[in-house]
C-alpha cells in the first residue's frame, strides 16, 4: 500500500554568513495513514526543520529546499503553488508545536481562533464556526466551552492553551498531524493527559501522527514506527519494538543507555525524562566531518568510520541502520 506521506531524500539547507548549514541531509521516511512515527534525537539535528519542510514553512531566505520529494497522497508538495500549499495546510496537513503561543494569537479569542480556521476552510458562517469552537474545545476536555471560547489564551492555563491548540490543529479534519515536542513545555501530569487526549483522537478521527521528540519515553507511549536522527541524517529506523529490544546503531544505543530512572522521574513529580547528553557534542552543521557525523563521539568509531560515511541500510525486518559495525 502506498504511504499517505512519503518523505523522499529531502535536503534543506540554510545559507548562512558563516556558511552553508545542511540542516537535512537526505533525510527518508514515510507515514502511513493512521500511524504514529516517532522522530527522535538532540536538538539541532533536523527533525523540526524536516517537518517544517513538509508543510513548506522554511523562511527563505535564509532556509531553501534544494532535492527530494515531499509527496502526499501521490502528489509532490514541492511542485505546488503557495496557494495551493494554503490548501494543504489548512485542511490535509496541521502542525503544533511545544509552546502554543507562538500559534495561538493573543489578541483573538480562542473560538475566533478555532472558529475562523474553520469559517475559511469549510465555509461556515460565523454563528456555525463559534458553535464548531465550542465542539471542537469540547472533544479535546476543555471544561465550561461555551465560556472558554469567549477567552483569550492567556487566560488559559499551560495544559488548556496546548488543547486548545491541539483543537484548532485538528479542526480542518487533518489527514497529518505533526506535533513538535507537544508536551515538553508540560509537567508531567499534564504531559499524560495530553498524551492521552491524542491518542483517543488518534483513535477517534484515523489521522496520521509525525510526533517529533527527544524524549523516549513518550516515542514508546505514542508511536509504532520510530526515526532516529542526528545531524541532518536518518540513523536508524524501525518499528519500536526493535528499537528498544534490538537498538543497532550506536547513537541509539547511547540514547537509550541515557534513559535511566524515568519512574522515579514520574514520581518526584515535575522531573521529566529527559536524554541525558551522550557524552560530546553534537557537531556543526556548517563544517560536518566527512565520515559518519557520528564518530567523534562514538565508543566504538573505527578507523573507517572517519573516512567514508556508512550508508542507511537494511539490517533486519523493517529495520535500517547506517553504522560501518554492520560491514
Ligand atoms: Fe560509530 Fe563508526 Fe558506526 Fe559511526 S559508523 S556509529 S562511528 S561505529
Ligand atoms: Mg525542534
Not at 539541532?44 to 519542510?53: D, E, M, R
Not at 474553520?118 to 471544561?143: C, D, F, Y
Not at 552543521?285 to 566504538?300: D, H, I, T, W, Y
Request: hydrophobic share 40%; aromatic share 4%; glycine share 8%.
Amino acid at each position: 500500500e502506498q504511504p499517505l506521506l512519503d518523505i523522499r531524500a529531502l535536503e534543506t539547507q540554510f545559507f548562512t554568513d558563516d556558511g552553508l548549514a545542511r540542516a537535512v541531509d537526505g533525510v527518508s521516511y514515510s507515514l502511513a495513514k493512521g500511524e504514529t512515527v516517532g522522530v527522535v534525537g538532540e536538538s539541532g539535528c533536523g527533525k523540526s526543520v524536516t517537518a517544517l519542510s513538509v508543510l513548506r514553512l522554511i523562511p527563505n531566505p535564509p532556509g531553501r529546499i534544494v532535492g527530494g520529494e515531499i509527496v502526499f497522497e501521490g502528489t509532490n508538495l514541492l511542485d505546488l503553488s503557495p496557494a495551493e500549499m494554503r490548501r494543504i495546510r489548512g485542511n490535509d496537513i496541521s502542525m503544533i508545536f511545544q509552546e502554543p503561543m507562538t500559534s495561538l494569537n493573543p489578541v483573538f479569542t480562542i473560538g475566533n481562533q478555532i472558529g475562523e480556521a474553520v469559517r475559511l476552510h469549510q465555509g461556515l458562517s460565523t454563528k456555525e464556526a463559534t458553535n464548531k469552537a465550542i465542539e471542537m474545545l469540547t472533544l479535546v476536555g476543555i471544561p465550561e466551552p461555551a465560556r472558554r471560547v469567549h477567552e483569550y489564551p492567556h487566560q488559559l492555563s499551560g495544559g488548556m492553551r496546548q488543547r486548545a491548540m491541539i483543537a484548532m490543529a485538528l479542526s480542518c479534519n487533518p489527514k497529518v498531524l505533526i506535533a513538535d515536542e507537544p508536551t515538553t513545555a508540560l509537567d508531567v501530569t499534564i504531559e499524560a493527559q495530553i498524551l492521552d487526549l491524542m491518542r483517543n483522537l488518534q483513535s477517534e478521527l484515523g489521522t496520521a501522527v509525525i510526533l517529533i521528540t527527544h524524549d523516549l519515553g513518550v516515542v514508546a507511549e505514542m508511536a509504532r514506527k520510530v526515526v532516529v536522527m542526528y545531524a541532518g541524517k536518518v540513523v536508524e529506523q524501525a518499528p519500536v519494538e526493535t528499537i528498544f529490544a534490538e537498538p543497532n546503531h550506536p547513537y541509539t544505543q547511547g540514547l537509550l543507555n541515557s534513559l535511566p530512572n524515568a519512574e522515579l522521574g514520574a514520581v518526584s513529580g515535575g522531573n521529566k525524562r529527559r536524554l541525558q547528553e551522550i557524552p560530546g557534542i553534537v557537531p556543526s552543521l556548517l563544517n560536518l566531518p566527512q565520515g559518519c557525523k557520528f564518530a567523534s563521539r562514538c565508543p566504538k568509531a573505527m578507523a573507517v568510520c572517519e573516512e567514508k560515511e556508512p550508508p542507511l541500510e537494511q539490517v533486519g525486518a523493517d529495520h535500517l541502520s547506517a553504522c560501518w559495525l554492520n560491514h
